[in-house]
Each structure stands twice: as C-alpha cells, then as structure tokens.
C-alpha cells in the first residue's frame, strides 16, 4: 500500500531556503503512472498547491510559488524533494507529499511542520 | 484568496443531512474541471473523500456523496455521525490560474 513521508528541518530563518524530502514506499517513482507533489497549509487555515510532477514527465507549479520552487528526486532512494527559496513568515505552514492522478489528491504523507522565524 | 467558496460551518444533530456548497466559476468548476472532496480530522492531514465529482473511493462510507452543477458542487453527509466532524475542502482545477485550488474549507460540527 503506498505511502509517503516528509522529512527535513522544522525551522527555518527568513531569506533562506527551505528544503523537504518525502519517501514514497509502496511505487515507485520511476515508473509510476502517478504525478507527485506538495500541498501546504499554514496553521489554522486552508489547504495550498505548490506543485506536481510526472518522473519521465512534465512538471507544474503553483504560478504564485513557480520563481521560488525547485523539485528534485532521487530514484535510488525512490524520493523526492522541495527547495523553497527566500522563504518568509507567510511560508510557515504543514507541508505535505502527495500522489495524485486524474487531478485528484489520493494519497496524502502525514505532513511536517516548517516554522520560519529566526 | 481562494477561487473556491465554501461556508465557514454547517453543523446538524446525529442523524440529520447536512450539505456542503463549494461554488466555483466559468474558470473551474464552470469549465468542466472535476471536483474533489477532502476531509480532515482534527491534528491529521487530509483524506480523498469523493473524485470526479461523485465518486466514493474505496472505504468511504455511502453517506457522503458529492454532485456538481453549473459553476458549484456540493458535498452531502446524510446519517451524520459524531465521527465525521472534521473539516471538509473541496478541489478543482482553475485555467486563469493554471493550477490546482481548494475551496476555503468548511468546518463540520455534530450537535
């Protein structure tokens, strides 16, 4: 059954860079039929698309995010990674990995809590 | 801001219906985009409820059903019990913005 899980620094300071990985278990990447992603929600509101990708694929960002965003992966390790630049308080948030097809959100990580204060 | 509107809370004693609006525009939901629903449980992230509008994935109890008209769609609890209090979003695709939006989310609350 699949499963994803984010990993990387709870806090961050304002100007750097925040950087996330999820685990994907139960597919792989590589050769999956699925788009991967990032969704995040700041405390207490609502839910935010920064962007998706197809491994052999193209790959789509949030417009409001697109300048700031870099994705990576790591099919040996069947990961894949977040880099937000210049990040600032409004970038504090639960960010989580999702699987997706179809335009839907099927499967969700847990979500790791990024704080950006110095 | 999102493109998405849902009522901040609807609320209804055990048992009862209650629905979900999520009212969109020609750009979303108006252009043909699918619809999904999301529920989120206090403290934990969020769970594909209803895809393509009305479709229940597998494990999902047949008290909720989704439907779409026009520019809105909208989620129906019916039976509602104390465990489906929860905060409920819905999602589509916006071509002006070329990405993926969620509706301001709708907070669910069991009398």
């Known amino acids: 059954q699949l499963q994803l899980q984010e990993s990387g620094p709870g806090l961050v300071k304002p100007s750097e860079t925040l950087s996330l990985t999820c685990t994907v278990s139960?597919?792989?990447?590589?050769?999956?039929?699925?788009?991967w992603g990032w969704i995040r929600q700041p405390p207490g509101k609502g839910l935010e698309w920064i962007g998706s990708f197809y491994y052999s694929g193209s790959t789509y960002y949030n417009p409001s995010l697109k300048s700031r965003v870099t994705k990576s992966v790591d099919t040996s390790k069947n990961q894949f990674s977040l880099k937000l630049s210049s990040v600032t308080a409004a970038d504090t948030a639960i960010y989580y990995c999702?699987?997706?097809?179809?335009?839907?959100?099927?499967?969700w990580g847990q979500g790791t809590l990024v704080t950006v204060s110095s | 801001q999102s493109v998405l509107t849902q009522p901040p809370s609807v609320s209804g004693a055990p048992g009862q219906r209650v629905t979900i609006s999520c009212t969109g525009s020609s750009s979303n939901i108006g252009a043909g985009y699918d619809v999904h629903w999301y529920q989120q449980l206090p403290g934990t992230a969020p769970k594909l409820l209803i895809s393509g509008n009305s479709n229940r994935p597998s494990g999902v109890p047949d008290r909720f059903s989704g439907s779409k008209s026009g520019t809105s769609a909208s989620l129906a609890i019916s039976g509602l019990q104390a465990e489906d209090e929860a905060d409920y979003y819905c999602q589509s695709y916006d071509s002006s913005l070329s990405a993926y939006v969620f509706g301001t989310g709708t907070k669910v609350t069991v009398l």
């Open positions: 999702v699987e997706s097809s179809s335009s839907r959100f099927g499967c």
């Open positions: 139960g597919d792989s990447i590589s050769s999956s039929r699925n788009y």
